[in-house]
């Protein structure tokens, strides 16, 4: 490493905060981007806790290699299995970490952290701080930022906005050495350069309008990186969260941990019963997921109580009150107990709804939630290769291979979590790799710490490599970087000549009015069911938005913090991940955990046991959707049945309670 | 498990989303605006269709949409600041009827319960105002540099876990903690000032959040090493000294922070280490 490296992390949550301290450990610069004050991250947003496998859990039966088969099967089989080995087997050790940082977890009597049952598992293994977990662990890097940022190894950029990743070279000897970026105070734009670059730049909730995502989860960062030639792997894997509270503005998750503490999910057994909900006797409730699914009751993965959910209510007009909602009844727990594990949602549906969740059912309903598809990623694999990948791991079995780090990666290689531009990583839930067709509740924080913590170092020796040394970005000509800031510079003047000071804005030209417009058709045809013709519908509509925006008119003109600027601009590239969404639906004719195809019901590994990579290309503005094969060498696929009482009997009986 | 009858899911989809028990109708928003700083100050009014369960940001995203004053005059869209919109993130802070508050949870509803009302919203104003609605909080995190505001850990290595903790002192920790550094009890505070010059901020009251962050800290197993440091740098001006205990801050903090308990527990801190300080030199 010469003095000049340094490295830019984009992105301020969990995953580039992580990424950022354990760079400026290893005593190089970091640039951190961050769209807010990364105290402000979408992070903050995660409630329900963290998951490893620990003591009393293990003693159980359980292991880190159960919790990495549980991950694999709760995906569908759609995850990188050797990624996900790793990250199973760092679990305990990134917990210890946030402990050591101050992370106010939950303790028992005796001062131990405490636990608690999350979906897909059978076992205790979350760990959790109340109801704001995800703030709490981004508070703990918050600081441990803040304290490079004292001494000058980490420099931060609050209010910039990524534009553009610069790249030098062509095909696969394409290399990013910066990025282009936009004070969205000054409006100033201008290149960084750096030796690797890690986006890490969450979700992309708002191509769906209303979700649970923070208003700056617009995926634009991402798309601008898949625009410039990054692929990206298994878009249409979208998570529609169970139980959300609908607002105006967004939907407000209701954290799963609420049934991991006991929460039920139930509907009056008479259709159209106006009763309130303490006026149904217990017999004439029907808790559908519980009779489903005997073993994990209200605790089965996501995708399959969304669907379960959507079902009663929009297919059988079950719903409360006739409505698209359903309970989720706390109300038989102690109302101190629930205010000490789940204090912080409880006063969410408090100040927003203005009942009290401890005295009356809430009313909730699915929303999108969280991306599972993402930047393409690679890695090198560890050392576990066994000799025929292992069926299915029952707790209390001796796991086939041990917990010791570099079984499921090479630690350090420099290629983990790259994408397929050299020096380009993407982190966290921008990162497809970890969740394949479904995430399990509370393995995101997981994913996203280990993400920037193990995937930290790789970026480090990257840096420290050879192709880096040859050529650092310190020492390339200007021109390499002046041609993406020019081509930003463009972008920014075709908008701003489209300013119309006077006069209402004709809706087929209003920037927000199409990105509203583009919310409601893909909820509608790209959440919980999809058919082809649907889809193709949807695609005809974004098309037209795309064609719309072309001619988009802005409304301000503004020299200084244009906020409408950075709206209209991200508008766009929204539109191009969304079409990318609708088209990968389209491609993948089967079902496959969050990917629920009417017409294609069955799961159909012969076809689609692949990652499906999305490649756009700027000339044609066409998306080339290809597959690729995963790796299974490390577990063979099952059918994903979570023991439901209509499953054909030889296929439900990997999933039987046994704790 | 679905009935095989796309269009009526996806109609049901479509609408899907109940919007609480409220009623749509037109409530007035009068806006303290300003185009950057130096830039004169205005005020603008305008009418907005509400829709039930609305609350001040979905009435900002219309008129971001549209906008258009009350006397038909077209505008730039108002600028704001928010994130999360279910008030952890913080951003989402302003003066909202000359009360402190986040916006994303002020529903109209409550606020404007009446027709006719009217909803006025005004920038923080301890703060230096970047646009319209929109503040500069960048002396909120400079403070936490200032105490030190983290674990001095030994680096991210596995090292094994942290202290054992009580659960009395996770519950005293965990609420300490929730703190957003959303500005409401700087705001609140008669003794906070608004300084636009970065030089004064070391000098001027640093304010409740950063003194109650200091006692976050200080509680803590390893935290604690870093004590001293902490003490002495809210020993001097803009210290813990300056607060004139009107008490404001603890009744303004969304997260029903105990602040007041904080600074005396801080200032109590202060008092013991300065004496020792003085018989001991250190």
């Known amino acids: 490493m010469s003095a000049e490296n340094r490295v830019i992390v984009v992105g301020g949550g969990l995953a580039g905060l992580a990424a950022a301290v354990r760079v400026a450990e290893a005593g190089l610069p970091v640039d951190l981007f961050s769209l807010v004050p990364v105290k402000r991250s979408h992070s903050v947003c995660a409630q329900g806790g963290i998951n490893a496998c620990n003591e009393v859990a293990r003693q159980q039966g359980y292991s880190e290699y159960q919790h990495f088969d549980e991950t694999i099967y709760g995906g569908d089989y759609l995850a990188d299995q050797h990624p996900v080995l790793e990250m199973a087997n760092w679990a305990p050790k990134v917990i210890d970490l946030l402990d050591r940082m101050g992370v106010p977890f939950n303790r028992t009597s005796e001062g131990n952290r405490d636990l608690r049952l999350f979906g897909g598992s059978l076992f205790k ?151 309130k909900a303490d006026q149904i006797p217990e017999d004439e409730r029907w808790y559908f997921l519980e009779e489903k699914y005997p073993g994990y009751g209200n605790l089965v993965p996501r995708d399959i109580a969304t669907r379960e959910i959507f079902d009663i209510c929009v297919n059988q007009h079950m719903g409360v009150d006739g409505e698209n909602q359903v309970y989720l009844d706390l109300t038989h727990k102690d109302p101190d107990y629930l205010t000490r594990k789940l204090g912080g949602i409880m006063e969410i549906y408090e100040k927003f709804v203005g009942d009290d969740p401890r005295k009356v059912p809430m009313k909730i309903f699915p929303a999108v939630h969280y991306s599972m598809g993402g930047l393409w990623t690679t890695f090198t694999p560890g050392s576990y290769t066994p000799e025929t990948p292992v069926g299915e791991h029952k707790p209390g079995m001796v796991p086939p291979v041990d917990a010791q780090p570099g079984h499921g990666l090479a630690i350090g290689a420099p290629n983990n979590s790259m994408t397929n531009i050299d020096g380009l990583y993407a982190f966290g839930e921008v990162n497809f790799a970890y969740h394949g067709a479904t995430r399990l509740g509370a393995n995101a924080l997981l994913s996203c710490i280990f993400d920037g913590l193990f995937c930290g170092v790789s970026v480090v020796n990257f840096v420290k490599g050879d192709r880096v040394r040859e050529a650092p970005a310190e020492s390339l000509p200007s ?62 509509k974004v098309r037209e938005l795309r064609e719309r925006y072309s001619k988009v008119v802005m409304s301000d003109s503004a020299a200084w913090s244009n906020q409408s600027l950075s709206f209209v601009r991200a508008t766009g590239d929204m539109l191009v991940i969304a079409e990318l969404i609708a088209k990968a639906s389209l491609e993948r004719e089967e079902s496959r955990g969050s990917h629920y195809r009417l017409d294609f019901p069955e799961r159909d590994d012969d076809r689609f046991l692949k990652t499906l990579v999305g490649e756009y290309d700027p000339a044609s503005d066409e998306h080339k959707i290809s597959f690729r094969e995963i790796d299974t060498s490390l577990v063979k696929p099952r059918p994903r049945t979570y023991g439901r009482v209509d499953a054909k009997p030889q296929d439900k009986k990997e999933a039987v309670a046994q704790s | 498990m679905v009935a095989d009858n796309t269009p009526s899911a996806d109609n049901a989809q479509e609408t899907s989303t109940p919007e609480g028990s409220g009623r749509a109708r037109k409530v007035r928003f009068r806006i303290k605006r300003c185009e950057g700083p130096g830039k004169p100050v205005y005020w603008q009014t305008f009418a907005v269709q509400t829709e039930p369960g609305a609350n001040i940001i979905s009435c900002l995203q219309k008129i971001a949409e549209h906008p258009v004053t009350v006397e038909g ?140 962050q200091a006692r976050l800290f200080n509680l803590h197993e390893t935290g604690k090493q870093g004590r001293k440091d902490r003490l002495d740098a809210l020993m001097g001006p803009g210290g813990v000294s300056e607060c004139g205990n009107a008490q404001n801050c603890v009744k303004v903090c969304p997260k029903h922070i105990p602040l007041t308990e904080s600074i005396a527990a801080i200032g109590r801190a202060v008092t013991v280490h300065s004496i020792a300080k003085w018989f001991t030199g250190k």
């Open chain 1, 125 to 275: 293994r979350t760990h959790f701080a109340g109801a704001t977990t995800g703030q709490q662990l981004l508070y703990a890097l918050d600081e441990q930022t803040r304290r490079y940022e004292a001494e000058g190894l980490v420099k931060k950029y609050e209010f910039w906005e990524f534009l553009w990743p610069v790249t030098e070279g062509e095909g696969e000897g394409r290399r990013c050495v910066g990025i282009v970026a936009q004070d969205m105070r000054t409006m100033q734009i201008r290149p960084f350069r750096a030796d690797a670059v890690v986006m890490a730049t969450g979700g992309c909730g708002l191509v769906f309008g209303k979700s649970t995502n923070s208003i700056i989860c617009n995926g634009g960062a991402a798309a601008r990186c898949y625009q410039a030639g990054a692929w990206y792997a298994n878009p249409e894997m979208i998570q529609v969260h169970p139980t959300a509270i609908p607002g105006a503005d967004k939907c407000r998750l209701m954290s799963e941990s609420a049934r991991g503490e006991g929460g039920r999910v139930w509907v009056p057994r008479k259709k159209g019963d106006r009763r």
């Open chain 1, 479 to 540: 021109q390499v970087f002046d041609r993406f800031v020019e081509q930003e510079e463009a972008k920014v003047k075709k908008l701003l000549d489209s300013v119309q000071m006077r006069g209402e804005i004709a809706p087929e030209h209003n920037g927000y009015t199409i990105a509203n417009e583009l919310g409601v058709e893909m909820n509608a045809a790209c959440t919980v069911v999809k058919t082809e013709g649907r889809l193709k519908k949807c695609i005809e």
């Open chain 2, 73 to 212: 005059e077209r505008t730039t869209p108002v600028t704001w600041d928010s994130g999360c919109l279910e008030e952890v993130c913080g951003a989402c802070t302003m003066v909202i009827n000359g009360r402190v508050r986040q916006s994303c949870s002020a529903l109209i509803d409550r606020i404007a319960p009446n027709d006719g009302d009217e909803v006025v919203l005004e920038p923080m104003s301890k703060f230096p105002v970047i646009r319209d609605l929109w503040v500069d909080r960048q002396r909120m995190f400079e403070a936490l540099k200032k105490i030190d505001a983290w674990v001095p850990i030994d680096g991210t290595y596995s090292l094994g876990a942290g202290p054992k903790e009580s659960p009395e002192t996770q519950a005293t920790r965990y609420v300490l903690s929730t703190c957003m550094s959303c500005g409401c009890c700087l705001e609140a505070c008669p003794q906070y000032l608004k300084e636009e010059d970065p030089a004064k901020w070391d000098s001027s009251f640093i304010g409740a959040a950063a003194l109650s």
